[in-house]
């Protein structure tokens, strides 16, 4: 009997479930070494054991193990046994407290998914779903949980997307345990989409090897709509303004091109000189106010650029202060102004150079009394020039004086300063100014105390020019013949009339079909086209052109009031050389005809 035991011992010694014999009083009669380590007692035979067992078959449960160093669960198996000649039972015990351990949390898992609106599924790695929440099956039309363990996952998605899930998708998430896209789910009942955060990561085992994945994933369909009508609504901002702008800008043309008309014609009356250059002045704060139109949108999308070139800044300066003195003047307020007699000259862009100054003056007008004070001064700092726009106006709170450059950024509106304006003014300072490698700051001693907005901007040591008068000098063997093609009468006359002053020859059409007709008759060397006219518009004209006999060889500009970035690529598109927005410049006209002009002469 005793070899019989060893032999038992040596056999059970060797295994990891505990096994025990006991007394039908539960006196421990027999245990080997795997018991005495779970029961966390030792030596364990002769002591008494609480373990409920049937006296009369097998029995199989799950029990509590108080051990002293907390609870524990073991899965126990008895069954009666007569034991050296009396009645007792063995009994087989396995440690699972980390299986309910696990059971426990996903039992709270369970609980939790089960009271949550988003879409919480698991799977394991074949992809078969093994649970998913009500608030899930209810999103993507499931009756039930049998249903939806029948449908791979890849079955959520609509077919053009399955590829990628399967392809691309869960790679990533067992090569980094997470990962998440918007896509759309598939309603098994509607077939609609519905789109969704979907949001997955691995289930891991003990050892820390994948064995399924798990997904909290959100229905974003509410947002995306929002999205979609921001875009939209956005698009039809960018429409909008682009038509807005198109439609001021027709009539300045004819304006602008009247008042370098008259300057042509060399009239002798002070008073036309002045009334002409009033014209020419305003017309181009008139266009620069509606490029400000479009830098709402251009700001938002960091879009702006810039058309340097060599400039004196005191000229800038001075026509700038020619504006202002109208508003400035309206409320009776005092311009101080202090400048260098010498050139200050630096390589920017005039038009947003004024465009700042012209913000900063306005700004300081309005916020500052009837017969208030405002001072503007520059001075050369070493290699920079500084300019201050100061006024004894409202000031800036400190509250607001860190943020004042931000976009939408005003003080407190009252009654009398309802025209505060929309907020971009600043912002747009701050961007054109760093734009030109320079930086633009405010102070103010506080409420009620004034301002000051100081501007540092690098300049150009050594220059011996400075820009020309945009209107040009006739060249005596100009020679060259240009169409002028467009619908509005006023802009196509004035145009022509410009060009003729200026010793091209000139012919006009008011349609696309006249142009067509007039190449063919008067052969000119460039064509000056409208794009916004009815029938046939300058994008389709300029195609029909290109595939004239001749047509490859003309000079095709685009002369329009749409002047946004698509705009100009969709004229690269149609076959047009140039892309020229209204009202026309003269002298930016004049150097694209250069190369033509010298190519003729030669």
């Not at 245990?31 to 364990?44: D, G, H, T, V, W």
């Not at 029995?59 to 034991?83: C, F, H, K, V």
């Not at 949108?297 to 000229?315: C, F, Q």
């Not at 020679?479 to 619908?487: A, E, T």
Request: aromatic share 6%.
């Amino acid at each position: 009997m005793a070899t019989h035991r060893s032999k038992l011992d040596l056999i059970l010694g060797t295994i990891t479930d505990g096994v025990l014999v006991v007394d039908s009083q539960g006196v421990v009669l027999y245990a080997n070494q795997a018991a005495e380590k779970l029961l966390a007692r030792s030596p364990i035979v002769g002591q008494s054991l609480a373990i409920p067992v049937n006296p009369d078959k097998n029995s199989y449960q799950d029990i509590n193990l108080i051990r002293p160093n907390g609870l524990a669960w073991a899965e126990m198996r008895s069954t009666p046994l007569e034991w050296d000649g009396q009645p007792g039972y063995v009994i087989a015990l396995r440690d699972i407290t980390e299986r309910k351990h696990i059971e426990l949390e996903r039992q709270k898992f369970v609980s939790l998914a089960d009271n949550s609106m988003e879409f919480i599924g698991m799977s394991d790695m074949n992809f078969i779903p093994f649970y998913i929440n009500e608030a899930g099956m209810r999103l993507v039309g499931l009756d039930s949980l049998e249903q939806a363990v029948r449908t791979p996952v890849q079955e959520f998605f609509f077919p053009e997307d399955q590829r990628f899930i399967l392809g691309e998708f869960f790679p990533r998430v067992v090569r980094e345990g997470h990962a998440d896209v918007e896509i759309r789910f598939r309603h098994f009942k509607s077939g609609a989409g519905i789109w969704m955060l979907y949001n997955v990561f691995t289930i891991k085992d003990s050892t820390g090897e994948p064995v399924g994945f798990a997904t909290v994933s959100r229905d974003i369909s509410a947002s995306k709509q929002v999205k979609a009508a921001l875009r939209e609504a956005n698009q039809r901002k960018d429409e909008f303004l682009a038509m807005l702008a198109h439609e001021l800008r027709n009539p300045l043309t004819p304006i602008n091109n009247a008042a370098h008309i008259l300057d042509r014609l060399n009239l002798e009356d002070p008073q036309l000189s002045w009334a002409t250059e009033i014209i020419k002045r305003q017309v181009k704060h008139l266009t620069h106010l509606v490029d400000d139109l479009l830098d709402v949108s251009r700001i938002a999308r960091g879009k702006i650029s810039l058309k340097k070139e060599r400039i004196d800044l005191v000229e800038v300066i001075k026509a700038v202060l020619e504006t202002a003195r109208g508003f400035i003047l309206a409320k009776q307020q005092h311009l101080d102004v202090c400048l260098p007699e010498q050139p200050i000259l630096l390589e920017g862009d005039s038009v947003r150079l004024s465009q700042v100054l012209l913000n900063l003056l306005d700004n300081a007008s309005k916020y500052s009394l009837e017969k208030g004070q405002i001072e503007v001064n520059a001075q050369r700092l070493g290699a920079e020039v500084e300019i201050r726009v100061r006024d004894n106006g409202t000031g800036i709170s400190p509250e607001l004086l860190p943020t004042i450059f931000d976009m939408f950024q005003q003080g407190m509106r009252t009654l009398d300063r309802s025209q505060g304006g929309l907020g971009i003014g600043l912002t747009l300072v701050k961007q054109l100014v760093e734009l030109h490698g320079g930086q633009v700051t405010a102070s103010s001693p506080g409420a009620g105390l004034g301002s000051t907005f100081s501007i540092r901007l690098p300049t150009i040591v050594k220059a011996t020019t400075v820009p020309v008068s945009e209107t040009p000098t006739p060249s005596p063997n100009a020679g060259m013949r240009v169409l002028v093609v467009d619908d509005d009468s006023d802009v196509r006359m004035s145009t022509a009339l410009l060009l003729e002053l200026n010793g091209y020859e000139v012919k006009m059409a008011d349609s696309g079909e006249q142009a067509i007709t007039l190449i063919d008759a008067f052969h000119p060397d460039v064509v000056l086209l409208d794009i916004g006219m009815p029938g046939e518009n300058g994008y389709q004209v300029a195609q029909c052109i290109r595939r004239l006999p001749n047509g490859g060889d003309l000079l095709l500009i685009a002369l329009s009031g749409y002047g946004r970035a698509e705009d100009l690529a969709r004229s690269q598109e149609a076959g047009f050389d140039h892309h020229l927005v209204k009202p026309l410049n003269l002298h930016t006209l004049c150097n694209l005809l250069e190369p033509k002009l010298t190519n003729k002469l030669n």
